[in-house]
């Protein structure tokens, strides 16, 4: 008998006490109990987003949200800027193309992060870039930017906008929208959020906001203007998932409570511990700049990654994330990000362990415990 | 002490068992545990369209999925006809100028239902048409459409296509996708098919997927081609609303083991006694051809039906829902659609008797249950 647990990067635990919640019975969405509910999520999302700007909620995947923001800013013809450095970077190109905006990319080398540097050339050599879409963690490579610098980069371009999918790390790494000067920031419940997925969240920036008025992209669900419009109501343009906004209020609360900081914090010591175990292992991390929330691990030339994650999913009620496109069969992915804590950080490392024994490579047992043990405690926790 | 009760047209009641097996521990999507369950919810939904055609799942409200059969279907300029006769015929047009159709309306007086006959003659006067939107039951009036007629004049036009948004009727009348000639058929969770809000579903005939690859409006969430290629793998393009089709396979078991034609009869029978309680407590109802799934009832002048939804809600635990757009303060609406038995539209056929004695409308007291106790007798029920 072994527990399901999963360490996915995305759909992550969700509390208990949350999917209860979401298990009571429905109400309707145009009532003095569900407006009161959404006014507690837009506040609360605003602190999490470090914004004062309105955040909209969309019943939809990240990916929704990605188009939104592709949408609601660009007209066909329109420069803009990818950075493309794994599955999620494609997906902004793939969006402004099929939007018709001319797309220049900066291909980054899966695993390595974009310099504010290469962003500030790549501007300077085309000063009509409208939009830089940037991941802030590549959850297909686990790599992290440095978002602070990048968004002191993007603002010396006063006619530049800044779009960042945090779809894998709010709520999980310090991410700061309006001091850093982003100009659209988006993110998903089913990560750091510790919801199901069926929602995204995206802010507009006031200099955003004017963009959008100018943007002739044709849009009608993903129309941002209309949930503004709404939101200042307390409501939505279309019916939302609202079971999941019931538990959206609900993660809010939890992370009030533990303060935004505190729960960057969290993260930084979890990571750490996974970063120390799998190094105590003899692995290699993927990402020159690993995210807090993710810790995508390259296996030694002849084991199979992608076996690995199914024999333990199968055998031990483990799940890890295998790598995506070019990476598939040579990295897994473990995910500590939103509902996680110390311990189960030592079973996900365990697993890894038992795991690669069973494969016959060679390791020290408990050398990845131990090293993960050592962070914790001198982290206090 | 009263006990909350959902009568509304979306979100419906949710079955106690479908909000507990939704509130088990995640699981990831890319497994073959939730491919399982995928695969099973195609199927079911096949047989809840009545169709041999995939039927896509959307993670969005309805509207999503009207959106999805405009920009897939529709370029920039293409000629379209939209029944126009409440919201959700609004909504289409919209939609439709958004993507930059040349859109014609049939304007169809609220709470009246376009002929087959209207449709047949707005086709002769414009060749070019290539999609006709409909509505099946007008959520906003309750009028339901003759489709199986609409489908067989609009079949005569080779090159035309008719959309039609079944979202508050599927899973509540009958509908045949492939037999009645519907070339995209709309749905979404929160109606008949018992669940929160937060899934859409979409299927599209032979001939609408042709249409599809010459449609050139933008799309990337919403390219139903990407779900189509998806399916076949039994996987979304995008992380769905996991619990959302984990709560799909449980309610499409349940509609499979009542069996489609008793769900219809069971709807059929719930309507026809709300109706006849309607008029014999001496209420209109405001369709010409009401839904099976849903009741408007007109209040006599100088009630306001605002007040009544709103007093019944905070003193009663009973939520009906009231007008939109121009029948605002004139009607409510009974929804009996989805998760709903007998005992419960008599609860809600007293709920209208107790407001109406405390707005001192003059009625017999309990004629209104009894005209429906007549009807679920005779039927058996």
């Not at 980069?153 to 309006?178: F, K, N, W, Y």
């Not at 199901?196 to 044709?218: H, M, N, Q, T, Y």
């Not at 296996?299 to 995506?324: C, H, N, W, Y």
């Not at 390791?363 to 914790?376: I, N, Q, R, S």
Request: aromatic share 6%; glycine share 10%.
């Amino acid at each position: 008998m072994w527990k399901s647990r999963l360490f996915t990067p995305g759909p992550t635990a969700v509390p208990d006490e949350v999917l209860l919640e979401m298990a009571r019975p429905l109400i309707h969405h145009r009532t003095p109990q569900f407006r009161k509910l959404l006014k507690e999520a837009f506040e609360g999302l605003k602190y999490v987003f470090q914004t004062g700007q309105d955040v909209m909620i969309l019943t939809s995947s990240g990916t929704g949200a990605m188009e939104a923001a592709v949408a609601n800013l660009l007209s066909p013809g329109d420069h803009c800027l990818v950075v493309e450095g794994g599955k999620f970077g494609e997906r902004f190109r793939e969006l402004a193309q099929a939007y018709g905006a001319a797309v220049k990319t900066i291909p980054v080398e899966w695993g390595r992060s974009v310099s504010a540097g290469a962003i500030e050339a790549a501007l300077k050599s085309d000063p009509a870039v409208k939009v830089v879409f940037t991941t802030l963690c590549e959850t297909s490579t686990g790599a992290h930017l440095d978002l602070k610098a990048i968004g002191a980069a993007v603002r010396q371009h006063p006619e530049t906008l800044l779009v960042v999918d945090a779809i894998s790390s709010l709520g999980a790494v310090e991410c700061r929208m309006d001091e850093w000067g982003v100009d659209a920031l988006i993110s998903a419940s089913q990560k750091a959020f510790m919801l199901p997925p069926g929602l995204a969240f995206i802010a507009l920036s006031p200099k955003a906001w004017k963009a959008v008025e100018a943007a002739r992209s044709p849009r009608y669900y993903f129309d941002l203007s209309a949930y503004r419009q709404t939101l200042a109501k307390e409501d939505t343009p279309y019916t939302p998932a609202l079971t999941l906004v019931i538990g959206l209020v609900r993660v809010l609360r939890m992370m009030k409570e533990e303060g935004l900081e505190n729960v960057w914090r969290r993260h930084r010591i979890l990571a750490e511990a996974t970063r120390e175990a799998m190094r105590a292992l003899g692995l290699k991390l993927l990402a020159e700049h690993p995210s807090d929330g993710l810790t995508a691990v390259l296996l030694p030339e002849g084991l199979d990654a992608e076996a690995m994650v199914k024999a333990l999913r199968d055998q031990s009620g483990i799940t890890f994330a295998g790598g995506q496109g070019k990476l598939k069969g040579r990295i897994f992915r473990i995910a500590h990000m939103g509902w996680v804590d110390g311990f189960e950080v030592l079973e996900a490392i365990a697993a890894v362990e038992i795991q690669l024994a069973r494969l016959g490579y060679g390791l020290t047992p408990g050398a990845g415990v131990a090293a993960a043990e050592k962070v914790l405690l001198s982290a206090g926790g």
